[in-house]
């Protein structure tokens, strides 16, 4: 997957899917917990507080002797990671020189000694306000991440790209399941357009919080339709539909269709082509401004793994329920 490629999945380490910062060795300047905000760092000149400049992210204070500052982050479940963004916007004269990344697997907020750390990002030079993309090459779920920065200084944000991970048993065959949800390893394959908000929040747990918390497309100029793909995160047989525009209002969507199959082999690639001429899950059905549309599948296709999504002719959706039985045999 290339670095430009893993930035599409899902950023795991925010704080809505339950990510947290729960160690730093030392935050004098600037609070840890800023390291995983949802919002891009800002640069406020003038803001000051009682220990200096204000700062938006994770800072320590200059080291005065060996060893460098760490801090630990705990994701909200485990999640198989493809790449991450150590950003350090804003940071000029004060940045780390150099940053690394562990991975454990552990219970609880912060890993005890005997935890067994595993390097996942090897130490990188890092430039002053900047992002520094970097794809990992593992298919470990990990619970726990440890930024080394080296050997002190701030980092603005750091973004965990990837796929939220479930072990799926037997028991779950017969429970009813949002099985597009995040937290169920659900995950945003490819928009046509998002410009305005990315297919993954249609995906996240809860209710939107505004506008922006949705998946919406530009104003579309031309003749056609705007749509996405999502691959569940497990093959199955959806029972009920949720379409929520929560906060579209001169900008939902006229109406909204489903195509959906249960795909084998191929790449994300081909997926954009094969997806057209996919069976119809639920055909065209209106929309209204700022609501809930529950609706029932207009046809039976038994287990699938994909769907695609296809709004009339553009706009913006909140959040998009796919409720069934997965198919685990």
Same mark, same amino acid.
């Given at each position: 997957?290339?670095?430009?490629?893993?930035?599409?999945?899902?950023?795991?380490?925010?704080?809505?899917? $339950?990510?947290?910062?729960?160690?730093?060795?030392?935050?004098?300047?600037?609070?840890?917990?800023?390291?995983?905000?949802?919002?891009?760092?800002?640069?406020?000149?003038?803001?000051?507080?009682?220990?200096?400049?204000?700062?938006?992210?994770?800072?320590?204070?200059?080291?005065?002797?060996?060893?460098?500052?760490?801090?630990?982050?705990?994701?909200?479940?485990?999640?198989? /990671?493809?790449?991450?963004?150590?950003?350090?916007?804003?940071?000029?004269?004060?940045? &780390?020189?150099?940053?690394?990344?562990?991975?454990?697997?552990?219970?609880?907020?912060?890993?005890?000694?005997?935890?067994?750390?595993?390097?996942?990002?090897?130490? =990188?030079?890092?430039?002053?306000?900047?992002?520094?993309?970097?794809?990992?090459?593992?298919?470990? &779920?990990? =619970?726990?991440?440890?930024?080394?920065?080296?050997?002190?200084?701030?980092?603005?944000?750091?973004?965990?790209? $990837?796929?939220?991970?479930?072990?799926?048993?037997?028991?779950?065959?017969?429970?009813? /399941?949002?099985?597009?949800?995040?937290?169920?390893?659900?995950? &945003?394959?490819?928009?046509?357009?998002?410009?305005?908000?990315?297919?993954?929040?249609?995906?996240?747990?809860?209710?939107?919080?505004?506008?922006?918390?949705?998946?919406? =497309?530009?104003?579309?100029?031309?003749?056609?339709?705007?749509?996405?793909?999502?691959?569940?995160?497990?093959?199955?047989?959806?029972?009920? /539909?949720?379409?929520?525009?929560?906060?579209?209002?001169?900008?939902?969507?006229?109406?909204?269709?489903?195509?959906?199959?249960?795909?084998?082999?191929?790449?994300?690639?081909?997926?954009?082509?094969?997806?057209?001429?996919?069976?119809?899950?639920?055909?065209?059905?209106?929309?209204?401004?700022?609501?809930?549309?529950?609706?029932?599948?207009?046809?039976?296709?038994? &287990?699938?793994?994909?769907?695609?999504?296809? /709004?009339?002719?553009?706009?913006?959706?909140?959040?998009?329920?796919?409720?069934?039985?997965?198919?685990?045999?």
């Amino acid at each position: 997957m290339t670095r430009t490629d893993f930035t599409k999945l899902v950023n795991l380490a925010q704080p809505r899917l $339950g990510a947290k910062v729960t160690f730093a060795t030392d935050d004098f300047f600037a609070d840890k917990a800023r390291l995983i905000s949802p919002e891009d760092a800002v640069f406020i000149p003038g803001k000051y507080d009682d220990n200096g400049k204000w700062m938006d992210g994770w800072e320590s204070r200059r080291k005065r002797g060996m060893g460098h500052d760490h801090a630990i982050i705990r994701l909200g479940q485990a999640g198989i /990671i493809r790449g991450v963004d150590i950003d350090t916007s804003h940071f000029t004269g004060n940045f &780390p020189p150099a940053a690394s990344l562990d991975a454990c697997v552990a219970e609880g907020d912060v890993p005890g000694e005997d935890a067994a750390w595993t390097e996942i990002v090897p130490a =990188t030079n890092l430039n002053g306000d900047s992002h520094h993309l970097i794809a990992v090459e593992s298919d470990q &779920p990990w =619970t726990h991440l440890r930024l080394n920065i080296f050997p002190d200084g701030g980092v603005a944000r750091l973004r965990v790209y $990837g796929i939220m991970h479930k072990v799926w048993g037997k028991a779950d065959a017969g429970m009813t /399941i949002d099985l597009a949800a995040l937290e169920n390893g659900g995950r &945003p394959v490819v928009a046509n357009n998002e410009h305005f908000g990315v297919l993954a929040n249609i995906m996240a747990p809860g209710k939107g919080i505004n506008m922006g918390d949705g998946w919406e =497309t530009r104003r579309r100029r031309e003749p056609g339709n705007d749509w996405a793909i999502i691959e569940l995160g497990h093959a199955g047989t959806i029972e009920d /539909i949720l379409v929520d525009t929560a906060f579209f209002k001169g900008n939902f969507p006229s109406h909204i269709s489903l195509q959906a199959a249960l795909v084998t082999g191929g790449t994300d690639e081909s997926l954009t082509v094969e997806s057209q001429f996919w069976p119809e899950l639920l055909s065209k059905q209106d929309l209204r401004a700022d609501d809930e549309h529950p609706m029932k599948p207009t046809a039976d296709l038994g &287990p699938v793994s994909h769907v695609r999504i296809n /709004i009339f002719p553009d706009g913006g959706i909140s959040r998009l329920r796919l409720m069934g039985k997965p198919h685990i045999g």
